[in-house]
């Protein structure tokens, strides 16, 4: 590892992935400035923070001008709404905040001299003709599609991360994330994860779009963080894949689940979203030869963990009433 930095700001860091890249960075020591304007983030996520003296929460939204008083030695972009339900009821937003939002962010490393990583996703690469993914390949993405407006603005992002790159020589880092999944899910943010152990919590049909034959791979979220960590300060510019390349179809991943969870919930098939991806697996390939990075999670052992927390958040005992 290079020499170790002192000072972070990480947006969207009331988030699902944010909350835990706070977490990680003030145990390496690091000073944290959190931004989130809470349209998906949640407080809850990081009220365990509060009394941290090297942990400062604002409450900003990153499309508009983002002033940090002092030095800041890395930028880690992570705002956005990220599930399909969010950035379906959000699409002006998602877009802003692919924009504007990456470029005040840019802008900020830039006055800083600070490194920048930003936050880019699987979804770069559509509904894939090529499997699995590696970082080469451009995608099969739709722009007016009702997914476009998270794929695009995710792929704006990376340009104008890259130009930034090329024209003002700023160190820039670009993640591409699969599929992550852990503690501070939302329940309800439309995810298979959540809906799926919500579902079989309460005793509820589990819902599976489309005949479940379509694939994802799911990677633990402290995973997906080592790998962030590992990027940041690496000397790699262009995009790395981050996730588990363990793949499965939604229907057995449904079935896990159940199993996991002890339910006796039945599936039923709804029909299958526009634009949603029928196959999903990383080529991690880059990650392990730069960053020497792979999972050590397996499955079983994040679900379990995950589940703790759903079982605490819902507050439900197994078949009981809807909360």
Known sequence: MSQQLQRAVITGG???????LCDRFLAEGWE??????????????????????????????????????????????????????????????????????????LGLAREKGARFLLASTSECYGDPLVHPQREDYWGNVNPVGPRGVYDEAKRFAEAMTMAYHRYHKLRTRIVRIFNTYGPRMRLNDGRALPAFMSQALRGEPITVFGDGSQTRSFCYVDDLVEGIYRLL?????????IGN??????????????????????????ELPVDDPKQRRPDISKAKRLLG????????????????????????????PRV
């Not at 009331?14 to 835990?20: C, I, K, N, P, Q």
């Not at 983002?66 to 969010?86: K, M």
């Not at 229907?251 to 006796?264: D, H, P, Q, Y």
Request: aromatic share 10%; hydrophobic share 40%.
């Open 293 to 320: 990075w792979e999972p050590r999670f397996d499955l079983d052992t994040g679900l379990a963990r995950t589940l703790s927390y759903f079982r605490e958040r819902l507050d439900a005992p197994l078949r009981g």
């Open 32 to 105: 944290v400035v959190c931004m989130d304007n809470l349209i998906t983030g949640d407080l809850r996520n990081i009220e365990h923070l509060s009394g941290n003296p090297r942990f400062h929460f604002f409450h900003q939204d990153v499309t508009e001008f983002i002033h940090v008083p002092g030095s800041v030695d890395a930028v880690l972009h992570f705002a956005s709404p990220a599930s399909p339900l969010d950035y379906l009821e959000l699409p002006i937003q998602t877009l802003k905040v692919g924009a504007l939002g990456t470029h005040k962010a």
């Open 245 to 270: 390349p363990n793949e499965m179809t939604i229907k057995e991943f449904a079935e896990r689940i159940t199993r996991l969870v002890g339910s006796n919930s039945s599936i039923i098939y709804q």
């Open 14 to 20: 009331a988030g699902f992935l944010g909350s835990h």
């Open 233 to 241: 300060h690496s000397d790699e510019a262009y995009p790395v894949n």
